[in-house]
Nanobody, 127 residues
Framework: QVQLVESGGGLVQAGDSLRLSCAAS????????VGWFRQAPGKEREFVAS????????YYADSVKGRSTISRDNAKSTVYLQMNSLKPEDTAVYFC????????????????????WGKGTLVTVSS
């Protein structure tokens, strides 16, 4: 009963930055932990980052740690993923997903435990 829409993807050069947005509607947004996942064509979905309901807890994949920041604005029902120093290997469709489960379960699930998904936004990083 929550709808998610991602935006902010595009074609960028290696070293550039992007801020992805995940806008939610349909239910109280603060009830959900939210995660970002990505999937390249022919590859498995992988975890990127997650954030707890009210925002005090965040988790990052090693591949993006130190150059990415996940945040949320519950008043706007939006979660953001700021990605800096983008690399060609960051190229993928990025999805946001929400769950009523604790945020600590998101990082290790590869998204399998998430309840609601957006349709994704494509990030392409050229070298």
């Amino acid at each position: 009963q929550v709808q998610l829409v991602e935006s902010g993807g595009g074609l960028v050069q290696a070293g550039d930055s992007l801020r992805l947005s995940c806008a939610a509607s349909g239910r109280t947004f603060s009830s959900y932990a939210v995660g970002w996942f990505r999937q390249a064509p022919g590859k498995e979905r992988e975890f990127v980052a997650s954030i707890s309901r009210s925002g005090p807890w965040t988790y990052y994949a090693d591949s993006v740690k130190g150059r990415s920041t996940i945040s949320r604005d519950n008043a706007k029902s939006t979660v953001y993923l700021q990605m800096n120093s983008l690399k060609p290997e960051d190229t993928a469709v990025y999805f946001c997903a929400a769950t009523l489960r604790p945020s600590s379960t998101v990082a290790t699930s590869n998204g399998n435990g998430m309840d609601y998904w957006g349709k994704g936004t494509l990030v392409t990083v050229s070298s």
